[in-house]
């Protein structure tokens, strides 16, 4: 490893050409993960390193998604970094803009900004063995060079455009939830969504206050259960910024009774089935609640166990259908044409603004979001499909020296993502520690570490709500093209973060350029 004391410099690796950009790191990503690991880079004293962006600012999902309704749906609290409260949210589920502010603050107040080059598209990295460095793409032609890649590249960013048959002859206008146009004027308009995701259910009571119809295509409806929302009192956020061990001490509480629903009725369906079956009664009651009409009811009432997908909040999402305006269609899209929706019972409902509330590709074209060659040839994307998504503690990969790739299979531990970025940070802490007692500056996780990871990964999963619960219907994102649930890491939270502070550090071979030394 070689830290550096100084700003970003321009340098040549040794087996490099000369006149090639090199770093100690370069960080693939400016989101809240890009960031953490950024953060974590300078408390190591790694200060060499480079953030790039294909998008034209920070914030990864809270820049690219401003849709009216957007909120964060795990509370603000939580969702956030540990080490950096903000007392200042306005509601216990802060809107959109306000996530977008925090990681401005974040990147200021961690002067990660200098360090950030965006509207840069990498297309691939390439680990190069003699030079003990990646070579990084950017769309352009240009060729970084890094001892250390870090992606960070989320796991929801690649927008899906729904292969329906006539998508791309519509005339009127289209735009798809991550890519809002707020110019166009949707008053009075004749709408359609596609979609009934966590975005949808944001996105849809917002869109039937401004359009004259709104019809809503619904393939799967989603469980919805009552969002226990409402703004945070000013003189809270002060005892908030004036005692921070209250705000700490909300956070506990909250993350608790987060790990207690995700432990129980997704981790451990099958000793615990009642905690699962709870949370369905719960969203079965709030439906009940809010729709009278049993019609209505029977179809948006999903046919899949709670928790084969991520469950979402809302108090305004069901009374929307009651609305006469907006119109649930269940019916499955035959095509659409240049002035509507034709379904498969030949009906054809007339629109003139299509709003694509179809989420992200995950599996297809995000493991991993670019081309990545490790040692060997061996191509990730490539061989995760051939053999099996896969990743030694959710982050490195046999054959992939000195790679973090953080938006890896059974990464994503518990519901917030900040917890799953705060136990990457650690593990970064602990292999990086062990690098610099060795004086080596390259690692790679070996092979039957990671095999015996995944073997434990596939065991622990068998007692989920994902082995044991009817997922079938849910067509649930955490699911990959092998029909396995290889997303969310089967461990609590605390489990995870303790092992990203103590896993054996003989998992790793460890290596000085041109030096190998034991592992
Ligand atoms: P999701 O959760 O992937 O939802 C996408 C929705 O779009 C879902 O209802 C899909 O139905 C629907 N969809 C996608 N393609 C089609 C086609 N071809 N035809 C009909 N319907 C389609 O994405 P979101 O953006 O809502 O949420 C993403 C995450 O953001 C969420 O998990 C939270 O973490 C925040 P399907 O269910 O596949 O039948």
Sequence with gaps: MTPTSGPSA??????????????????????????????????????????????????????????????????????????????????????????????????????????????TTVTGARWDDDAHH???????????????????????????????????????????????????????RRAAVIGTGATGVQLIPELATRVAELTVYQRTPIWVVPKLDGPIPRP??????????????ARVANSALLEALTFTGVLHYRQARLGALGAELLA????????????????????????????????????????????????????????????ADGRKTEIDTLVLATGFDLWETNFPAIEIIGREGRDLG???????????????????????SLNSPYAYTGLSYFWTIEAQMRHMERLFGELRRRGADTFEVTKEANDAFLARMTDDLADSVFYQGNCGP???????????A???????????????????LDDYTYAARHTETAG
């Excluded at 390193?49 to 603000?76: C, F, K, M, Q």
Aim: proline content about 7%; glycine content about 8%; charged content about 25%.
């Design 284 to 343: 079965r009651a709030h439906l009940r609640r809010q729709v009278k009409d049993p019609e209505l009811r029977r179809k948006l009432t999903p046919r899949y166990s709670f928790g084969c997908k991520r469950p979402t909040f809302s108090n305004d999402y069901f009374p929307t259908f009651t609305r006469p305006h907006v119109h649930l269609e269940t019916e499955s899209i035959a095509r659409i044409e240049p002035d509507g929706i034709v379904t």
């Design 134 to 188: 990646w070579a990084v793409h950017l769309a352009g032609g240009e060729t970084l060079t890094a001892t250390y890649l870090i992606t960070a590249t989320g796991f929801l960013s690649q927008p899906k455009k729904p292969d329906i048959d006539g998508v791309d002859d519509f005339a009127g206008k289209v735009i798809h939830s991550a890519d809002w146009d707020h110019d166009y004027d949707l008053t009075g």
């Design 486 to 504: 290889a997303l969310l890491r089967p461990a609590t939270v605390l489990a995870g973060r303790r092992e990203a502070g103590s896993f054996p």
């Design 10 to 119: 321009v340098k040549p690796a040794l087996g490099t050409e000369p006149d090639r950009e090199h770093h100690d790191a370069i960080i693939i990503g400016a989101g809240f993960g890009g960031m953490g690991a950024g953060i974590q880079l300078d408390r190591l004293g790694i200060r060499d390193y480079v953030i790039l962006d294909r998008e034209d600012d920070l914030g990864g999902t809270w820049h690219v998604n401003h849709y009216p309704g957007l909120a964060v749906d795990i509370a603000s609290v939580t969702y956030s970094y540990s080490f950096e409260p903000n007392p200042y949210w306005s509601r216990l589920f802060a809107p959109g803009a306000e996530l977008k502010r925090y990681a401005q603050h974040v990147a200021e107040k961690y002067d990660l900004r200098r360090r950030m080059r965006f509207g």
């Design 382 to 404: 490539k061989w995760w499909r051939d053999t099996r998504f896969q990743a030694y503690e959710g982050i490195t990969v046999p054959h992939f020296p000195n790679l973090l």
């Design 474 to 484: 849910a067509r649930s994102y955490y699911f990959n093209p092998h029909g396995e």
């Design 236 to 249: 809270l956020r002060r005892l908030f910024a004036r005692l921070p061990i209250t705000q700490r001490a």
